[in-house]
């Protein structure tokens, strides 16, 4: 299993190198998880898979090679589509896992 997981990572490594090279987007190319955040209180979220998590306290999202958790007070989920979302209250922590 480890021997697949190293070539898994080689030949992402290899489209990362490449999509740099040609100067492509790896939020788009890659399904790279994109966060923007508005000082401490709006998060704007693109290419997630899905929320695995959803409480006042936590927001924990499926990327597609890793997972986002929100910490902080008040949060909630004011949209969301199949390809982005909004959240927003007081984020104090943001974990890539």
């Known amino acids: 299993m480890k ?3 190293d070539r898994s990572q080689k030949i992402e490594s290899k489209k990362e190198s490449l999509l740099e090279s040609l100067k492509f987007p790896k939020d788009i190319c890659m399904g790279a998880l994109k966060v923007t955040l508005t ?5 704007w979220i693109e290419n997630y898979r899905g929320i695995l998590e ?8 499926q990327g597609k090679t890793c997972q986002v958790s ?3 007070t008040r949060l909630s989920i004011d949209y969301y ?10 984020i ?5 896992i």
């Open 3 to 5: 021997k697949n997981n």
């Open 39 to 43: 000082g401490n209180r709006e998060a």
């Open 54 to 61: 959803y409480t006042e306290s936590l927001i924990l999202l």
């Open 70 to 72: 929100f910490e902080g």
């Open 81 to 90: 589509t199949n390809e982005d979302m909004k959240i927003s209250g007081c």
């Open 92 to 96: 104090s922590c943001i974990k890539y």
